[in-house]
């Protein structure tokens, strides 16, 4: 099983204790609606009955979900931006991120379902939104308050959209018993609008030639005022063409991978254990005592660390030193080969921090980009590789826009949205360009897309960074 749907199921299970303590208190409101009923000679329908109990064990359960079940410290934070939830589905399009807006959705169709069954005047639509957006507004206003998780403006969005579709799936099956087809229709329109987008977003996905960067610009960052002044050459050539490819792992090829790698130095992996999770793009491997695996699918990266050097050594400031050819030597014993166009480098000498880096050298159509990291400890042990050097070849030679062009879109605010939080924060007047690099990151589907990334330095930056800037990208396919 996935894990992050294991996660859910957890969650789930949490909110039992509450879902019946909403069925408690659902039986004693049904006893009072009963007498009610037979002294005003209007006795309760089991079916209605039903639905008042199925109801409160719903709401008890979703005050456990959105409330009980929230870790927060205490910080009100809330997200502004309408349909940014969707955007990021569709950047990183992977099951996890996917499943933010849909669970939220899903989450309220219930309320939908069983209100207009338990209280007849819910079944106009105009009350039922209300309900929908208030139920909702009350929570999102709740973990604001309560500064348990966060509150977010796409939840109240998702929420309503799920009591309305829950609502028009009960009032369709009402209209369906009672033979009403004309109004069954119209109730039927909006499940199946909902049905064609999805189905609609997912195949555009699959179409598309290549995939999308997870940190792709969503909505622009205000960029009104701020002085930009450029210090570093442009040009208005278009870039390199290309788009490079290796096949990314799979879990099969990924578990094969793992098995490969761990049996070199000597470890097992138990399979069906918590030793193994698997998550959308990337797998952890570890048994706590011998090995640490974790592997990324799209980009074939993993980090290992192996458990049998002392902690001791591990943890301390103090590392060891090695020369290139001994580290070459120890990495082969690993089984990892360092590409011919990588080069070496002494990161941290004091902390034993080793590397060999490729910027993007393109030779014979391969691409050779990222960087291997090592830490050796005291007594010249290699016990951690951060692996994320690869070669991958050319696909296809895609139109790249040019720098200047890039520059535009920065100053337009058509950078990372990762970004542009802190940026309306910081509100900087002054923004200097001091670089500007052609690079190439993974996309969704494993490809290795051109990306210019700038270097950036604005009036913010002694008080934060020390003095540094900061890097941020823009998307450089003509076209995205």
Known sequence: MHDFIGTIFHVFRRAIPFALAGLAVGAALLIVLARKGRRDGKPLSVGRAAAVLLLLCYLGGLTAITLMDRTGNGMQIYQPFPFLAFWEAWNSFTLQVWLNPLLNIAMFVPLGLLLPLAAKPFRRWYRMLAAGVGTSFIIEAAQYILGRGQADVDDLICNTLGAMLGYCLCMLFVCLADKRWKAAGTYAVLPGLSIIVLTGVFLAYHIQPYGNLADAPIYAADTKGVEWVLACPLSEEPGPSGVYWIEPFT????????????????????????????????????????????????????????????????????????????LRAALKNLGVDIPDAARFAAVDEERGEYAFRAECVIEDSALTTGELTCRIAEGDILYKVDNALSVSALYGDATVISSQEAYDRLRAGRFSWRDVPMFHYLKPHQVRVTACELEYMTDSKGFRQPVYVFTLSDDNDEELRGGNGWTTFVPALSGR
């Open 251 to 326: 879990i099969e090829s990924c578990d094969a991978f793992a098995v490969d790698f761990l049996g070199q130095q000597g470890a097992e992996i138990h399979f069906g254990t918590p030793d193994v999770n698997y998550y959308d793009n990337s797998t952890f491997y570890s048994d706590h005592r011998t090995y640490n695996l974790i592997v990324h699918h799209n980009d074939r990266s993993y980090e290992y660390t192996d458990y049998r050097v002392d902690s001791d050594l591990r943890y301390s400031n103090k590392g060891g030193t090695i020369t290139e050819e001994a």
